[in-house]
């Protein structure tokens, strides 16, 4: 009686085991399409992503390329013309305080890299959990007169967007993680001061436990805004007379 006991549990044991592995392979089949292996898979979404980040850089080139041509046709009329030679420099220094220039110039750089993990009291944070310090960090730029400023190469501007995306931050649609780099083009001792200031903002990411580096540069390069701003619902307000 015993023996059948046992049988019947290991018949039992058995068909909890199969109803288990049936439903796991109908959830890998689910997930990473039926009769598809997961390595293959895999290799099939490193392949998609290889041909997308080619294509983008493609689309790059081909609009660096289009924006030299409009300069060199731009600059061609602004030698036949003076009123001309007038418009441009105020489109430049509109597009340069919205960002769509590519800027060099005198300013700081500040690296912030998340604590060693095994530091007490670190609890696995990073930089990634700090946005309201990253925020900080830019609005004190902004008040001591940068005129640019730059995190991970994204350039900061009146809409760029930052956000927490998982285990990165998004800036301007843009993955990005630790360590951040954090560029500012000004007065590069009035920058740092802001920065370096007694219980300050490095102060403060110190005490956190950041490893942080700031450095002053008298060539620093900050990319244009990338992404094209739209105006959907706003247009200009024409003033009564």
Known sequence: MKKKSEIA????????????????????????G??????????????DLKKVKQERDAQINR?????????????????????????????????????????????????IND?????????????????????????????ADAEAISI?????????????????????GVSTSSPLVIKAIGNPNTLESALAIKRGIVWQLKSYNYMTLLTQDKEITIPKYRKVKEFKYSEPSEENS
Do not use: C
């Open 9 to 32: 549990s290991l018949i039992l044991v058995s068909v909890i085991l199969g109803l288990i592995l049936s439903i796991q392979f109908k959830t890998v089949n689910k997930s990473v």
């Open 34 to 47: 039926e009769g598809v292996l997961p390595t293959q898979r895999a290799q099939e979404l490193a392949a």
């Open 63 to 111: 609009i660096t390329e289009l924006e030299s041509e409009i300069e060199k046709y731009e600059k061609n009329e602004i030698d036949k013309n003076s009123y001309a030679e007038s418009l441009y420099k105020d489109t430049m220094k509109y597009r340069m305080l919205a960002g769509y220039v590519d800027l060099e110039g005198p300013g700081i750089i500040l690296e």
């Open 115 to 143: 604590p060693p993990s095994d530091l007490e009291f670190s609890n696995g944070y990073g930089v990634v959990d700090q946005l309201d310090l990253i925020l900080q960090i830019v609005s004190i730029l902004n008040a």
């Open 152 to 172: 991970n190469d994204q350039r900061y501007t009146s809409f760029t967007e930052i956000v927490r995306a998982g285990d990165h931050i998004e800036i301007n």
